[in-house]
């Protein structure tokens, strides 16, 4: 298993700022994934990060509001920009295990809230 | 476009019964996996169960297992001897094997509430 570590855990953002999110894994992992997950929703992929290229962003996401980066094998960040209200969630990092089990592993994700 | 139906917002069990948690799912795809996660309280989200799609066989883990019928595409979860620590939100989820890898789509989750 993955021990993935994702900072901050909460936090209380005002509207117009900007929030980046870090996630850290205990082993070198080849695809890294964000998803979101809305008050009282499902979660929803945002988009994937390899190293050494851009990020593959799903339908509805866009670069310039979740920049992602992965500078190594082991450490991703997503940014939240100019935040509104409508931007509170809970934003997990997860990391594939390694083999085609298709198995994910989450970290405990950082519970944003938007004022 | 593959979609993931949970019918039971909510669902409580008595300590030490069986409870089952429904899911249909929709897909053109004939390769995929299907999961079911747990989410407490705590936000972790845990694996509880995988079912590969070419399998035949039902899955189970332990207290968990799933009853796996393809051509209604359905994909339910039993968990027998309910214990207070099954209490979370379960979700069920599909991933297409392949060039969709990682891409996990989510149902709307169904609340779990064990009580003494």
């Known amino acids: 298993s993955a021990v993935i570590s994702q900072k901050p855990s909460r936090d209380i953002c005002q509207r117009g700022t900007s929030l980046t999110i870090q996630c850290q894994v205990d082993s070198q992992v080849t695809m890294m994934f964000w998803y979101r997950q809305q008050p009282g929703q499902s979660l929803t992929l945002i988009a994937t990060a390899n190293q050494g290229s851009e990020a593959t962003y799903e339908s509805g996401f866009v670069i310039d509001k979740f920049p992602i980066s992965r500078p190594n094998l082991t450490f991703s960040t997503l940014t939240v920009s100019n935040m509104s209200p409508e931007d509170s969630s809970i934003y997990l990092c997860?990391?594939?295990?390694?083999?085609?089990?298709?198995?994910?592993?989450f970290g405990e994700g950082s519970r944003l809230t938007v004022l | 476009a593959q979609t993931v139906t949970q019918s039971q917002p909510e669902m409580s069990v008595q300590e030490a019964e069986t409870v089952t948690l429904s899911c249909t799912y929709d897909?053109?795809?004939?390769?995929?996996?299907l999961f079911w996660y747990k989410q407490p309280p705590s936000r972790q989200m845990i694996l509880v169960i995988r079912q590969e799609a070419y399998k035949q066989q039902n899955a189970t883990e332990n207290r968990f297992s799933v009853n796996f019928q393809k051509a209604a595409k359905s994909f339910s979860l039993k968990i027998s001897d309910s214990q207070l620590g099954d209490t979370a939100m379960y979700f069920c989820a599909f991933m297409k094997r392949g060039t969709s890898y990682g891409k996990l789509t989510f149902g709307q989750g169904t609340i779990l509430t064990v009580h003494p």
């Open positions: 897909t053109s795809e004939s390769n995929y996996y």
């Open positions: 997860s990391v594939d295990k390694g083999v085609d089990t298709g198995e994910l592993f």
